[in-house]
């Protein structure tokens, strides 16, 4: 695929101490996206961060703010993470007892909805909702930490995902998070995703963030 790449730059990876100069050294750097992962101990092993960094990052920056919920009962913090600054809420086709009801609420909110698909959960699992939907997220990686290594199994889901885009006449976006760098970026954008989440290759890449996010999405054409 080619065309327009999107970065969304993941706090994930960021020094928390530095937070507000960081995410906005990522923005200078290009991103078009900040990406807050939200993490409860129960549906992934970490606990993270919640609507208070979403506060603090949405007073450091004017760009869209992405919040990826890795939680069980998403629905309950969905008003919460709006009312903070979430612009795009992302909930896990895993996690989502009433899938259809939970992207409704999203949108009644205000913001944009997705759905996240975990490595081992086949594509046929978002196809009842993929028409209701702004995004979807494949993972390339188990949700959980970053700095994890991609899992190429993801290729071949993306792809059916852009080609069921296709057929249907759809218009979403395909993002992809886990193990995205300079070397992993190319493979995903080829593969149809136009949305690329990093945390290590942007907060902690060679030369400062403000050098890595044109690194990144230059990567990502290199070869598409």
């Known amino acids: 695929?080619?065309?327009?790449?999107?970065i969304a730059a993941s706090v994930l990876g960021a020094d928390f101490t530095r937070l507000g100069e960081q995410v906005?050294?990522?923005?200078?750097?290009?991103?078009?996206?900040?990406h807050v992962d939200v993490m409860d101990g129960r549906f992934v092993p970490e606990i993270t961060i919640g609507p208070?960094?979403?506060?603090?990052?949405?007073?450091?920056t004017a760009?869209?703010?992405?919040v990826h919920l890795m939680i069980?009962?998403?629905?309950?913090?969905l008003d919460r993470c709006v009312r903070s600054g979430a612009t795009s809420l992302t909930v896990h086709v895993e996690a989502a007892r009433h899938l259809h009801r939970v992207i409704q609420q999203i949108k009644d909110l205000g913001a944009k909805a997705a759905v996240a698909l975990n490595p081992a959960t086949p594509l046929v699992a978002v196809e009842p909702v993929v028409g209701e939907l702004d995004m979807v997220l494949v993972m390339s990686v188990n949700p959980g930490y970053a700095g994890q290594r991609f899992i190429p199994a993801a290729l071949p889901k993306?792809?059916?995902?852009?080609?069921?885009?296709a057929t249907r006449g759809l218009s979403l976006?395909?993002?992809?998070?886990?193990g995205i760098n300079d070397s992993t970026a190319a493979q995903a954008v080829a593969a149809g995703a136009n949305v690329l989440v990093a945390a290590?290759?942007?907060?902690?890449?060679?030369?400062?963030?403000?050098?890595s996010v044109p690194r990144l999405r230059q990567a990502a054409l290199a070869r598409t």
Do not use: C, Y
Not at 158 to 165: G, S, Y
């Open 158 to 165: 993306i792809r059916q995902l852009r080609e069921w885009i």
């Open 52 to 60: 208070v960094i979403i506060e603090a990052v949405r007073r450091s």
């Open 173 to 178: 976006n395909v993002q992809v998070d886990g």
């Open 63 to 66: 760009l869209p703010i992405d």
């Open 200 to 211: 290590s290759a942007i907060f902690q890449g060679t030369g400062g963030i403000e050098a």
């Open 72 to 77: 069980v009962e998403p629905d309950r913090q």
């Open 1 to 6: 695929m080619t065309g327009v790449v999107r």
């Open 24 to 34: 906005g050294a990522a923005e200078r750097g290009g991103a078009d996206a900040i």
